[in-house]
């Protein structure tokens, strides 16, 4: 009986290992991205947005928040990086107060990771 715990152990030990080996891989290729997107905004004259690495891989590794101060510049950031990265548009959401988010994604499939733009606007 205790063999078979220890084996037990061992495995759920070895999947755990292998969780957290996945999200650091996942940071890892997201870094690579966000400074190939990074070198984008100085070359393409993109606006600068906010960038966030996720690790959860059932989510997208990586965010770009549009946040500028003005409703309009953050809704014309959102469009001019939406098209850079030629990302499809998601539903976007209105809240009880009418602010709306919006919402786009492309997966890159060099990396082999999901980035997504946001902008309340």
Request: aromatic share 4%; with cysteine; hydrophobic share 40%.
């Amino acid at each position: 009986m205790q063999d078979e715990e220890r084996l037990e152990n061992l495995g759920l030990q070895a999947q755990a290992e292998k969780a957290r080996k996945d999200h650091l891989h996942l940071q890892q290729r997201a870094i690579e991205a966000l400074k190939g997107l990074l070198a984008r905004t100085l070359n393409e004259d993109l606006p600068v947005i906010s960038w966030a690495i996720h690790s959860d891989p059932a989510s997208e590794a990586l965010t770009g928040t549009c946040d500028a101060d003005d409703r309009d510049q953050r809704r014309r950031d959102f469009e001019a990086w939406s098209e850079a990265l030629n990302a499809t548009p998601l539903p976007a959401e209105t809240t009880s107060q009418g602010v709306t988010t919006v919402r786009a994604a492309v997966t890159d499939n060099y990396l082999e990771l999901r980035i997504s733009l946001v902008a309340d606007i």
